[in-house]
């Protein structure tokens, strides 16, 4: 699959503060979740896309078009920053009518335009509201809204779910999930794991301006040797279970778990173990009851990426 | 595995304008949003009264005979000419009044994008810096012009209604430029002096202190300066001042202070090219780590 976005080299520097570090990547169609802590550089990733700041080394392009210094470029992407970026003393409808005038749509489009983004972010009746006087959460609706007013193909969401109720964020989950099913992509930031979890399984982790891992969670797992699988076995009879593992050299460790039900193997060959299990409850006749991967998450992989 | 994405969507079929003023929303939004302030709508029905005055004075120089008991002998500064419509654009009142009307409705032009981090928003968008700074600009030279320009116009033309013939725009038929390249100056000076200062600060109050403090300041400086020195180039450090030499050279007047105008109009320069320079330095998109 073509990359939409590309950075390549990507560097960014505030005064001697690095903002982010040699950063080389592409962004495929589809969601993809840009994580990391607060300061990590996913904003400033995202202003590099969004032509807001001029990189310091490096390119990033948007289907093959520099960024910077161009802002044709923009009709293609949606941008819906982190922070509140209104005017309070104007209406929904005043804030999203005006945005849209930069694209030179003619005014009957326009209108037509905002009628249809407030309608996907449920904000209809509320459209001659002044912003003033919006919850937190239709604020982040609206943002949503100017980011796709004028139908780009890609849109970049900086922290869009911070500050909503667990309600306006399954809506908002919704709304990003509908645009990835029509073929768009979308570069979504968060610090929070759940809501990347949610959303996609694609991610991209950046930690003090660099890329530590790009790819899917179970994919990323896989490569962090330093850290062995964590497989959970619930069965009738752990300890029999256990003892027919003792001498596997593919094991590293044994627990079990504090529900004495449980028995939690760590390895670095998770495939092999799969294919003795399988074997090993067949000949002694025990009941498992259920199989996880405690460590298979996005959490498990953030905290052994950034080492906490 | 790749998964393969069918294209669900289309985009706009539509004919788009190729917008040739992409900064007009800027500029649009920028004044319905000074009309909002029920202040400011008074200060700005207020910055017409100079206006009014100078068109009344024009009527009653037409009828002196009418007026005679009321004028007593004061009527030789009713006498119609550059030196009138100099003192018009260039008293005090009129650009104490334009300055008011800027720092209220014009003083948190950007100093309102920085506080709301709208930067973001118009520069995710296909604009430039340069579109972005002259939307604001054009905001204020909508209400400079409307309060300088448009007036001095209609005055002209009210003379010579009142008058019933061409023979003043005959005698001077310059006076029409003089009117528009004050106002242009005035436009493009004020507008760099405003958008400056509202760079400067996130707070649009701070702002409009500081344009009334800085033009304020600037006349006080003078005067302390003058009196220290006793040299009339001491006036280079007035606002006012620079700005009634430069009119006082394009009506065709003596300046009045003994400087030559074109001291002013190097000051005036200079301060605008600073201001573009800070302002590209200022309006960029807000930096994230601190």
Request: some cysteine; glycine content about 8%.
């Amino acid at each position: 699959m073509t990359a939409v976005i590309a950075a390549s080299n990507l560097s960014k520097w505030y005064g001697n503060v690095l903002g982010l570090n040699d950063v080389s990547l592409e962004i495929e169609a589809g969601i993809t979740g840009l994580l990391g802590p607060n300061g990590a550089g996913k904003s400033t990733f995202m202003k590099l896309i969004t032509g807001q700041m001029k990189p310091a080394i490096g390119t990033v392009t948007v289907r093959g078009i520099k960024t910077w210094n161009n802002p044709g470029v923009f009709r293609e992407i949606g941008f819906c920053p982190e922070q509140d970026v209104f005017y309070d003393e104007l209406t929904g409808w005043q804030f999203l009518t005006g945005l849209l005038r930069f694209y030179g749509y003619a005014k009957s489009e326009i209108r037509d335009r905002a009628d249809r983004a407030l309608d996907i972010v449920d904000l209809s009746k509320d459209k001659d509201r002044l912003i003033r006087g919006y919850s937190r959460g239709m604020r982040q609706r609206i943002k949503f809204a100017q980011a796709i007013a004028h139908d780009p193909g890609i849109l970049i969401l900086d922290e869009p779910l911070s500050g909503l109720d667990p309600l306006g964020k399954r809506k908002l989950i919704r709304l990003v999930k509908e645009f990835k099913s029509q073929g768009r992509t979308v570069l979504v930031s968060s610090h929070v794991l759940p809501e990347i979890e949610a959303l996609t399984s694609r991610i991209v982790l950046i930690h003090q301006g660099k890329i530590l891992a790009q790819g899917d969670i179970p994919f990323i797992r896989e490569l962090i040797e330093a850290h062995p699988h964590q497989i959970s076995v619930r069965s009738s009879e752990p300890r029999t279970l256990a003892a027919r593992f003792v001498g596997d050299p593919s094991i590293q460790k044994m627990t079990f778990g504090p529900d004495g039900r449980t028995l939690i193997v760590e390895t670095h060959k998770r495939d092999d173990f799969f294919g003795r299990l399988t074997g090993v409850v067949l000949e002694a006749g025990i009941e498992v009851e259920e199989i996880t991967s405690p460590d298979d998450n996005l959490q498990a992989v953030f905290e052994y990426l950034v080492g906490k | 595995m790749a998964t393969v994405r069918e294209k669900g969507y289309s985009h706009w079929d539509g004919r788009l304008s190729e917008r040739r003023f992409p900064w007009w929303p800027i500029t649009r939004t920028g004044i319905q949003l000074a009309f909002r302030k029920k202040r400011f709508k008074f200060i700005f029905a207020g910055a017409f009264i100079p206006s009014f005055v100078c068109l009344a004075g024009l009527y009653i120089s037409e009828r002196l005979e009418d007026f005679k008991t009321f004028l007593r002998g004061s009527d030789r500064l009713l006498n119609i000419n550059p030196k009138y419509f100099a003192t018009f654009f260039t008293n005090e009142a009129l650009l104490f009044l334009i300055v008011l009307v800027l720092a209220i409705g014009a003083g948190g032009l950007i100093a309102d994008d920085l506080k709301h981090s709208s930067l973001q928003l118009y520069f995710s968008r296909p604009l430039r810096k340069t579109d972005y700074l002259l939307g604001k600009m054009s905001v204020i030279a909508f209400f400079v012009l409307i309060l300088t320009a448009v007036p001095g116009l209609i005055l002209i033309v009210f003379k010579l209604i009142f008058a019933g013939s061409f023979k003043f725009l005959l005698q001077y038929p310059w006076l029409p430029l003089s009117v528009l390249g004050y106002a242009a100056l005035l436009t493009v000076f004020l507008a760099f002096y405003v958008m400056l200062l509202s760079a400067l600060s996130k707070n649009s109050r701070y702002v409009v202190i500081l344009i009334f403090g800085a033009y304020i300041f600037s006349n006080v400086l003078y005067g302390i300066l003058q009196s220290i020195f006793r040299t009339p180039y001491m006036a280079l450090f007035s606002i006012p001042a620079n700005l009634q030499q430069a009119g006082a050279f394009l009506f065709g007047q003596t300046p009045p202070h003994n400087v030559p105008a074109i001291w002013s109009f190097a000051v005036l320069a200079a301060f605008c090219v600073l201001s573009a320079v800070v302002l590209g330095r200022k309006i960029r998109s807000v930096e994230v780590i601190k």
